[in-house]
C-alpha cells in the first residue's frame, strides 16, 4: 500500500511539474518585455590598418596572428558583450586621418552588420603607406564632434608613427583634453620585429628593408642628406614594436586612457567601461530567456527520477 501511495504522490507531483512547466513556456510566449534602465555606451572603434599592424606578434585563442586580426577579434568580442541599447561605430586608419565604416548604431539590432564589417577590416583597405598616429588621433577626436551624441573614442594601433616624428616639432592637439572621452589600445609586442610589405591586393612580398623607409623626420632627414650626415642615426624604422611611451604620451596629451597587454576581453571591457562616457537608457528587457530557462528545469526535475531509475536498470 505504502508502495502505490508512493507512486500516486510522485505522479501528482510530476504533473504538478509539467503544469508548472507548460505556464512557464506559455509565459515566455506571451508575457511582453518590460522597460528597464541600463547604462549604455556610444563607442567608436578606430582601428590601425597601416604596414606595421600586420606584424604577427599577438595570440588569440593560443594562435598566434597579426595585429590587425587581433584588433578585429577582440573588437568583435567586445560588441558580443555590450548591452543592448549601446550604440557602436567603425572606423580605420590610415596615413593621417580615418575612414568611418559605419556611424554607431545600436549594437543588438545591427550586430550582424557590424560582424560583418569586422571580418573583412584588413591591410589592402589602406590608401597610403604612411603611419602618422598622432595626426590620425587628433583628427578622429575632431571628428567625432559631429556625431551626436558624441561617441567615446576606442582607438586601436601599436604607435608606429611613419615617417617617425622630430623630438620637437610634433602636431598640435587643439582641443580641449578629455571633451572626448575614450582609451588607446596598444597593439603589438616589445620586440623589434620585421614589418611584412604588402601590395593592394593583401599579397606578401616579403619584408620592408632598412632602405624603403625614412629613419628620421622628413624635415631632419633631408637636412643630412645634405649635409651626408645621415649615417649617424640608428636605422630600426623598418622593424617595429609596440611604441608605449609615445602612447601613454598621446593618451596623456587629449585626456584619454592607454591600456596594453590585453590577455582577456573582460580586461578590455573594463578599461572601456572606466574611461567612456555612459548615460542611462529605457530599453525593452525580454522575460522570455527566464521563463523559458524555467520550464526546461521543471521539466528535468519531472522526469530527472524516472531517468535515474532507466540508468540502473
Not at 596615413?95 to 577590416?121: F, G, T, W
Request: with cysteine; net charge positive.
Amino acid at each position: 500500500m505504502n508502495r502505490h501511495f508512493n507512486a500516486l504522490n510522485r505522479s501528482y507531483l510530476r504533473a504538478c511539474l509539467l503544469g508548472f512547466s507548460a505556464l512557464f513556456s506559455a509565459l515566455a510566449i506571451w508575457v511582453p518585455p518590460i522597460d528597464k534602465e541600463v547604462d549604455v555606451m556610444d563607442v567608436m572603434f578606430v582601428i590601425d590598418i597601416t604596414q606595421s599592424m600586420n606584424v604577427a606578434d599577438m595570440r588569440y585563442q593560443l594562435e598566434a596572428v597579426n595585429r590587425i586580426m587581433w584588433s578585429t577579434e577582440m573588437v568583435h568580442d567586445v560588441v558580443q558583450e555590450m548591452d543592448c541599447g549601446s550604440h557602436v561605430g567603425l572606423a580605420i586608419f590610415s596615413q593621417h586621418r580615418s575612414l568611418v565604416l559605419i556611424n554607431p548604431v545600436e549594437v543588438c539590432k545591427n550586430y550582424d552588420v557590424l560582424v560583418q564589417m569586422l571580418a573583412h577590416i584588413d591591410g589592402p583597405m589602406a590608401w597610403e603607406l604612411s603611419s602618422e598616429v598622432s595626426k590620425a588621433l587628433f583628427s578622429v577626436i575632431k571628428n567625432a564632434h559631429k556625431i551626436k551624441p558624441i561617441p567615446s573614442i576606442v582607438f586601436l594601433t601599436d604607435g608606429h608613427e611613419s615617417p617617425p616624428l622630430h623630438e620637437t616639432i610634433r602636431p598640435k592637439f587643439t582641443g580641449t583634453p578629455g571633451v572626448v572621452s575614450g582609451l588607446l589600445v596598444g597593439v603589438g609586442g616589445d620586440d623589434l620585429l620585421p614589418i611584412p610589405k604588402r601590395n593592394k591586393q593583401g599579397d606578401v612580398l616579403g619584408v620592408w628593408d632598412v632602405k624603403d623607409v625614412l629613419h628620421q623626420d622628413v624635415y631632419v632627414s633631408s637636412r643630412f642628406n645634405m649635409l651626408g650626415a645621415d649615417k649617424r642615426v640608428a636605422k630600426t624604422e623598418h622593424l617595429s614594436s609596440q611604441k608605449r611611451a609615445h602612447l601613454r604620451a598621446l593618451a596623456g596629451i587629449v585626456g584619454m586612457g592607454y591600456i596594453s597587454d590585453v590577455q582577456k576581453v573582460q580586461t578590455l571591457i573594463n578599461a572601456i567601461k572606466k574611461e567612456a562616457t555612459t548615460h542611462p537608457q529605457i530599453i525593452k528587457y525580454s522575460l522570455a530567456p527566464w521563463f523559458s530557462f524555467g520550464a526546461l528545469l521543471l521539466l528535468i526535475v519531472a522526469y530527472y527520477p524516472a531517468i535515474s531509475r532507466k540508468k540502473r536498470v
